[in-house]
């Protein structure tokens, strides 16, 4: 593993190697052991061109306790943001840094950063996908769940970064992926081909449909980052694709409910059902920062 720019990057060997060191680092953490020589004097850069609350203290919070520094790079500051190249700001960066993480719009900017530099580069999330999250999100059904073996994923609502992320987290790890979505929002279609060639996949504009039998219910917002000019013609795309009370009866009695967070109550996720499984969703919340250090062991160490 050289970098983390999509999750389609990962074998499932490597997939499971992260998610195994994830969990170590957060019993060692539990009780109380020093973590601050695994990535000591190690400096990572996290450029960030759009908003973040979990990303940004996961990894900030992450280097710090695995010894290392974080550097906050907003596009505000950055000369990138007043048009200096991706390929030069990679090769300066990589003279000083050990690693970067990125969270931007184009997935390209991210591919071509590690492509122009040396150092390793982390996809903080992009318009396409979000690998780091679905890391955690895989930790916490496995934690809850025990295994992935037979289980079955659900996502409801916008066919978007998380959703592209989560249906190859499912088919890596051997999980059934169903994905209810509104026509013209559905997932990526190159990546809907290979999930349905390489694993359970199904889609439908049922919600009730795709939640049916679903050991994990998984939605996130209905306008992501960048898309908040679309806000009134999402809200009326997306009505009835919300993960309510009618959504879990069809999933099973034991389903955990995951988003990525920030929610909107109200939206894709009732403020009931929120609360009824917020014991899981804050706990894959806090996952993000086991997680991303097991991460940033695999790739700055
Ligand atoms: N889930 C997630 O990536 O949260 P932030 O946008 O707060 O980083
Ligand atoms: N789909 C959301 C995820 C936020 C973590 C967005 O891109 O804004």
Redesign the pocket.
């Known amino acids: 593993m050289k970098h983390l720019l999509k999750l389609a990057d990962l074998s499932r060997e490597e997939i499971l190697s992260v998610l195994n060191l994830a969990d170590q680092l957060k019993y060692e953490r539990a009780k109380g052991v020093d973590q601050s020589g695994y990535l000591k004097g190690k400096k990572l850069g996290m450029i960030f061109t759009k908003?973040?609350?979990?990303?940004?203290v996961s990894f900030e919070v992450g280097m710090y306790e695995l010894g290392g520094y974080a550097l906050f790079l907003s596009d505000r500051d950055l000369q990138i943001g007043r048009g200096e190249p991706v390929e030069d700001t990679a090769r300066v960066l990589s003279r000083m840094l050990d690693g970067i993480m990125i969270?931007t719009f184009a997935q390209k900017e991210v591919e071509d950063l590690a492509k122009y530099g040396s150092i390793p580069v982390i996809n903080g999330?992009t318009d396409y996908c979000?690998p780091?999250?679905v890391l955690a999100d895989l930790m916490t059904i496995r934690e809850y769940k025990g295994t992935f073996k037979g289980l079955k994923l659900c996502f409801i609502g916008d066919g978007n970064n998380m959703a592209n992320s989560l249906m190859v987290g499912a088919v890596k790890t051997g999980m059934k992926f169903s994905i209810a979505c509104p026509k013209g929002y559905e997932p990526d279609a190159a990546l809907t081909a290979w999930a349905k060639k390489e694993g359970d996949f199904f889609m439908t504009e049922d919600p009730a449909e795709a939640a049916k039998d679903a050991d994990a219910v998984y939605t996130d917002v209905w306008a992501s980052m960048g898309q908040e000019g679309e806000k009134a013609k999402r809200e009326k795309a997306f009505k009835g694709f919300c993960v309510n009370k009618e959504v879990m009866a069809a999933a099973k009695k034991d389903a955990v409910v995951l988003h990525?967070?920030?929610a909107h109550r109200g939206e894709e996720i009732e403020a009931d059902v929120f609360e009824a499984h917020a014991k899981e969703i804050f706990d894959e919340a806090e996952n993000?920062l086991h997680a991303q250090k097991a991460v940033l062991c695999k790739l700055l160490k």
């Open positions: 908003s973040s609350t979990r990303t940004r969270r999330l979000h780091c999250q990525c967070l920030p993000r």
